[in-house]
């Protein structure tokens, strides 16, 4: 099990150095879902299970918002949850830790894939985002005390997703969104389970029949069939009986064209399934990137071509996602005592003080509109300023399924209500770009301007004495060249230098494997086996124990093996101190930056959108009057 760990995780490490799937084939695309008028992504090859799904992507993490803005009017708060009901939960990439509330925004196929409860074939794949490391940002020369860029850049990174079944060519890929989201316990709606687990029943009542309706005949056959399909379903499908009948045909000579259709569900929604040449013709590719360190200094990660591109071609697909009154949303007030606590801000003594979210530095803003859009295209977070380099430009999208047009004309308070299908720009080569080139983009000037103030005022900033974060400690202990061991009580200093970080663990154990330790005061511990899954995890759990929600606090009790056979650890979980767990391997043990503690939340870094270019920003959008300066005077 751990060497299908480190086998997957050397695949996405392979995919974020541009390693991967060297092939011209696009692998996923993006287009309009077969279930709605929303967007879906599509299978632009055939995938096995427990195979990564595109290249993986940036994580834009954004800290207590709801909080922030709990005294804004209820227009106010209806657009600030449309907006973050198109974002995923920290829980599942490893951001929670860094607030009290951590909403992430991603983009590529996490972003654009549909859920369905009973077709899901994809999950994110946490371990990625989890068990990341930052061998290559940091051997660049990065040094996270020192640069201008600290706190400029996300952090968090390594988004992947993963089949959990085979995905043939052609396929729309779904995520589960989770049980609540998609009705899963619906007894009248078919779910993944009542899919694949009638599939075994077709299959069963086809070899029945095929084998007995001849001898019985054609009456009796009809009986048996209908037998089955309403009281031996009664009996075995109980209360799930309403969903799984009404996945079967009115016949039992049905039976065999559900098993050539691929099975219930192709059945049920044949059209999940394009023709590969339609997804060239009429989607977006979603892998023409993959992402590298930026050869821009202090620009952090960048995003390189994976394939030869013509002048003109579309390089990535950029669904926006509007947030109305953006800069008003992702400003952050606190009142503070003179001890630096937060206090009310009627109290006397307090001080006003003002920042601004991370997640400015990736949203579009035009001087003219209150409104900031994310952009959710596929790695277009590493997409860097080129200034008179810049090789693509932002253009509308062309596509008919994509109302686009439509969207133009609205004014700025329904902005929030679109659909990102309907709010789609193209990032299009404006000459040839070669394959491994980094791909640049014109941010305008006004965020030109912006950044060099603050590289040229970061000297009189910068503070030596910055503690390293989390990120640097990880690569100490999980570099890929040589990692270090943790070190056992008996080794000394246990706060490994730095009073911001923590020690966490990844631990999932055998409630049914307890042993008992007797200790020196005559008391005994439980002592539980660490393992990778429960006896029962359903199918779509996967690597359970590499999940966010069994991450949590902990101390190392003692270490074993050595460098060669792997370290193995006892440790003693910060959520139940009465027992240890043994067995943890090494790669379950990381650091976290303690919350508000990582570089996203440094006072000191750059904040600045990105500029949407005035000549394709549409009239109806322009909501403010005036330049930049009138805008930020008002």
């Known amino acids: 099990q751990t060497n299908r760990y480190l086998l997957l995780l050397v695949a996405a490490a392979l995919l974020t150095a541009g390693k991967g799937d060297e092939s011209e084939q696009c692998g996923v695309y993006i287009a309009e879902s077969s279930t709605d008028h929303v967007l879906g992504s599509f299978a632009g090859k055939s995938y096995q299970g427990d195979e990564l799904i595109g290249s993986s992507d940036a994580i834009v993490q954004a800290f207590d918002l709801r909080y922030h803005n709990r005294n804004r009017d209820e227009e106010f708060t209806a657009m600030l949850e449309n907006f973050l009901g198109t974002c995923w939960s920290a829980d599942s990439n490893g951001g929670v830790n860094e607030a009290e509330e951590v909403i992430s925004a991603v983009g590529g196929p996490c972003f654009s894939s549909a859920g369905h409860v009973g077709m899901i074939n994809a999950v994110i794949y946490q371990p990625a985002t989890l068990l990341k490391t930052d061998t290559d940002l940091l051997s660049s020369g990065y040094d996270e005390t020192t640069s201008p860029g600290r706190g400029a850049f996300t952090l968090h990174h390594n988004l992947t997703l993963i089949a959990v079944d085979k995905i043939t060519a052609g396929s729309e890929i779904f995520l589960d969104f989770g049980a609540e989201y998609s009705g899963?316990?619906?007894?009248?709606?078919?779910?993944?389970?009542?899919?694949?687990?009638?599939?075994?029943?077709?299959?069963?009542?086809?070899?029945?029949?095929?084998?007995?309706?001849?001898?019985?005949?054609?009456?009796?056959?009809?009986?048996?069939?209908?037998?089955?399909?309403?009281?031996?379903?009664?009996?075995?499908?109980?209360?799930?009986?309403?969903?799984?009948?009404?996945?079967?045909?009115?016949?039992?000579?049905?039976?065999?064209?559900?098993?050539?259709?691929?099975?219930?569900?192709?059945?049920?929604?044949?059209?999940?399934?394009?023709?590969?040449d339609w997804l060239k013709n009429n989607a977006y590719c979603q892998d023409n990137l993959v992402v590298g360190v930026s050869k821009i200094e202090h620009a952090g990660r960048g995003a390189f071509t994976k394939r030869d591109m013509k002048k003109g071609e579309?390089?990535?697909?950029?669904?926006?996602?509007?947030?109305?009154?953006?800069?008003?949303a992702l400003s952050i007030e606190e009142y503070l005592d003179k001890d630096g606590e937060e206090v009310g801000a009627g109290e006397v003594s307090a001080t006003k003080k003002v920042k601004t979210q991370q997640m400015l530095n990736y949203m579009l803003e035009h001087p003219q509109?209150?409104?900031?859009?994310?952009?959710?295209?596929?790695?277009?977070?590493?997409?860097?300023?080129?200034?008179?380099?810049?090789?693509?430009?932002?253009?509308?999208?062309?596509?008919?399924?994509?109302?686009?047009k439509d969207t133009q004309n609205l004014e700025v308070?329904?902005?929030?209500?679109?659909?990102?299908?309907?709010?789609?720009?193209?990032?299009?080569?404006?000459?040839p770009i070669k394959k491994g080139e980094e791909v640049l983009l014109d941010y305008g000037e006004s965020w030109a301007e912006a950044w060099k103030k603050h590289t040229d005022e970061w000297k009189t900033k910068m503070n030596k004495a910055t503690l390293k974060s989390a990120m640097v400690l990880n690569e100490k202990y999980h570099s890929t060249e040589k990692a270090a061991p943790f070190p056992a009580p008996s080794e000394g200093d246990r706060d490994f230098g730095n009073e911001h970080v923590?020690?966490?663990?990844?631990?999932?154990?055998?409630?049914?494997?307890?042993?008992?330790?007797?200790?020196?005061?005559?008391?005994?511990?439980?002592?539980?086996?660490?393992?990778?899954?429960?006896?029962?995890?359903?199918?779509?759990?996967?690597?359970?124990?590499?999940?966010?929600?069994?991450?949590?606090?902990?101390?190392?009790?003692?270490?074993?093996?050595?460098?060669?056979?792997?370290?193995?650890?006892?440790?003693?979980?910060?959520?139940?101190?009465d027992i240890l767990v043994k067995n943890v391997p090494h790669f379950a043990i990381r650091f976290v930056d303690l919350p508000y503690m990582s570089p996203h939340h440094d006072e000191r870094a750059f904040r600045h959108a990105i500029g949407f270019p005035d000549s394709i920003f549409p009239a109806a959008w322009r909501d403010l009057p005036g330049d930049q300066n009138d805008r930020d005077e008002l």
């Open 184 to 276: 899963y316990e619906d007894v009248n709606k078919a779910n993944i389970d009542d899919y694949r687990k009638m599939d075994e029943v077709i299959e069963k009542m086809l070899e029945f029949f095929n084998k007995h309706a001849e001898n019985i005949g054609e009456k009796a056959a009809d009986e048996v069939y209908h037998f089955m399909k309403k009281d031996v379903l009664d009996l075995t499908a109980e209360a799930r009986a309403p969903a799984a009948r009404s996945l079967l045909p009115s016949t039992y000579h049905e039976l065999q064209e559900i098993i050539d259709k691929g099975g219930s569900a192709l059945n049920t929604y044949p059209s999940v399934v394009k023709d590969v």
């Open 413 to 431: 308070g329904l902005l929030s209500t679109v659909g990102a299908i309907d709010m789609i720009l193209e990032l299009v080569a404006t000459r």
């Open 314 to 328: 579309v390089v990535a697909p950029m669904p926006l996602v509007a947030l109305n009154y953006g800069k008003t």
């Open 369 to 404: 509109s209150s409104v900031l859009f994310f952009p959710a295209g596929p790695l277009v977070p590493y997409i860097n300023h080129g200034g008179k380099e810049a090789n693509v430009k932002m253009i509308w999208s062309t596509k008919p399924w994509s109302r686009v």
């Open 502 to 577: 923590a020690l966490q663990c990844l631990v999932l154990y055998d409630e049914d494997k307890v042993e008992r330790r007797r200790n020196e005061d005559g008391t005994r511990t439980k002592v539980y086996p660490w393992i990778p899954h429960p006896a029962n995890a359903n199918r779509l759990k996967t690597d359970d124990a590499i999940r966010s929600i069994n991450r949590g606090g902990c101390q190392i009790v003692e270490r074993s093996g050595d460098e060669t056979s792997g370290y193995r650890y006892v440790v003693q979980p910060e959520s139940d101190s």
